[in-house]
């Protein structure tokens, strides 16, 4: 089979056999070392604005019982001067994608790319000082932790701590809350 890169949808798009919603797709289109690749993302290789066919594989696992042979579907993608702009699982709506996308098309793609970006970035430092914090508590003696916190005015990260300390797995319950979050402004409390 050898290597590959994945395609990553914008949208899950729909088996036409069973219904299943594929998020993918792997391609060898381009360098084949196991890369992936979203929306607003530069594709490498030459200058490309157009279409690029591929397809995604199904097995069709709803429809078991009857015995459905699994088949294949093409999806297209929309590329306007080497950045991936769409997936489509239609031909012409791909085609009308790359033939209406423009500057400014670009700019709001990169505007929600930086937002994407932003919004990561304010996860990873949250969960990079809650680690800090919660090592810190755990290095201190029984003694210690009872006043953990009480000494001044508790910094958000004190009290991040005191929150998941009594739970079974404070670290896998803090990652869990933190990915949960959608809104950006809730990262900081």
Request: proline share 3%.
């Amino acid at each position: 089979m050898g290597m590959f890169d994945t395609i990553i949808f914008p949208r899950p798009i729909k088996c036409t056999v069973c219904g299943k919603e594929q998020t993918s797709t792997q391609t060898k289109q381009f360098e084949k070392l196991m890369i992936h690749y979203e929306v607003g993302d530069v594709l490498p290789g030459s200058l490309i604005t157009g279409i690029i066919e591929e397809t995604f594989f199904c097995t069709h696992e709803s429809l078991k019982k009857q015995e459905i042979p699994s088949s294949t579907q093409s999806v297209y993608m929309a590329i306007w001067h080497n950045i991936l702009i769409d997936v489509a699982d239609i031909y012409e709506d791909a085609d009308r994608k790359v033939r209406s996308f423009g500057t400014g098309d670009l700019y709001l793609l990169y505007q929600n790319l930086y937002m994407k970006r932003n919004h990561f970035r304010a996860k990873s430092n949250k969960v990079i000082n809650w680690c800090k914090e919660y090592a810190e508590y755990l290095s201190l003696s029984l003694e210690e932790r009872e006043t953990y916190g009480e000494k001044g005015f508790p910094t958000w990260t004190h009290s991040l701590v005191l929150h998941y300390i009594e739970k079974e797995s404070p670290l896998k319950e803090f990652l869990q809350d933190v990915e949960d979050q959608e809104d950006f402004n809730d990262l900081f409390f």
